[in-house]
């Protein structure tokens, strides 16, 4: 479950700690203008901004009876980000799988892309597709809604 947070906390310490010299130092502006960049930076690289995650097993049987796609991911990928953002409100109909919190979602993508983590992978009626465009997946979303 740390292993999520990789990213998100050092950005958020490293914000906490310039924030702190700067408003010591006599510019509380710089310090809260630092301090809400970092937090940015913090939340975008953590799974805050993700909808909440299900195993694969259970992503796989959800995707079965409604047809929605089914979408692996990790914390920190900045290409499974743009599909998040991208996607907006409509990435909640999506079943996604954290992979690193899910070691069978894991070997799913493994075996998807030929042993490489690479993410994101949208699995569509059985079929992967790595880094697929964001409009096509919104496309996937109302074809199988």
């Known amino acids: ?33 630092v301090l809400l960049l970092f937090g940015l930076l913090a939340a975008m690289n953590s799974p805050l901004v993700f909808p909440r995650p299900i195993g ?22 900045t290409y499974c980000l743009r599909l998040r953002l991208r996607l ?26 030929g042993g490489n983590e690479t993410v994101p992978t949208v699995v569509v009626a059985g079929q992967p597709h790595t880094n697929p465009d964001p409009a096509w997946v919104r496309g996937q979303i109302s074809s199988s809604g």
Do not use: K, Q
């Open 56 to 77: 694969a097993v259970e992503a796989r049987r959800r995707s079965a009876v409604d047809g929605r796609p089914v979408v692996y991911w990790r914390p920190g990928c």
């Open 1 to 33: 479950m740390t292993r999520s947070w990789n990213l998100a906390i050092p950005f958020g310490l490293c914000g906490v700690v310039l924030a702190t010299g700067l408003f010591l130092s006599g510019s509380p502006g710089a310090a809260a203008a």
């Open 88 to 113: 907006g409100r409509s990435a909640r109909s999506l079943h996604w799988v954290d992979i690193w919190r899910d070691p069978e979602g894991a070997a799913a993508v493994r075996e998807a892309n």
